[in-house]
């Protein structure tokens, strides 16, 4: 069982910045693509970015384009979503999630059903 853990939400500004990291508990995070995903108030669940286990492939909603970069750092064993240019529309819950994979398949996932491991979430607002 992988337990993933957000952190890095907050109140910010229109146009403002944030950092969202994603970290297992008790396990390295090396072979696992990991996605974002956000929640708004009344909404569905989208899909926001993801990452494959290596780090050298990428993919965005096109909403999020040039303005996210999802990346991680395998050493530090951390996912990290960094959020520039943020708008009120951005507000939602950001919860990240991983699915284990091997060594040869190093693709990224954007179907929440594709992904094994869900974290809490972490609440990011924008204000106008």
């Known amino acids: 069982q992988v337990q993933l853990v957000e952190s890095g939400g907050g109140l910010v500004q229109d146009g403002g910045s944030l950092r969202l990291s994603c970290a297992p508990s008790?396990?390295?995070?090396?072979?696992?693509?990991v996605g974002w995903f956000r929640q708004a108030p009344g909404k569905e669940r989208e899909f926001v970015a993801a990452?494959?286990?290596?780090?050298?492939?990428?993919y965005y909603v096109d909403l999020v384009k040039g303005r996210f970069t999802i990346f991680r750092d395998n050493a530090k064993n951390t996912v990290y979503l960094q959020m520039n240019s943020l708008k009120p529309e951005d507000t939602a819950v950001y919860c990240c999630?991983?699915?284990?994979?091997?060594?040869?398949?190093?693709?990224?996932?954007?179907?929440?059903?594709?992904?094994?491991?869900w974290g809490q979430g972490t609440q990011v607002t924008v204000s106008s």
């Open positions: 999630a991983a699915k284990g994979t091997v060594f040869s398949d190093n693709s990224y996932h954007t179907k929440s059903s594709e992904y094994s491991y």
């Open positions: 008790g396990r390295t995070f090396s072979r696992y693509a």
């Open positions: 990452i494959n286990w290596s780090g050298s492939a990428t």
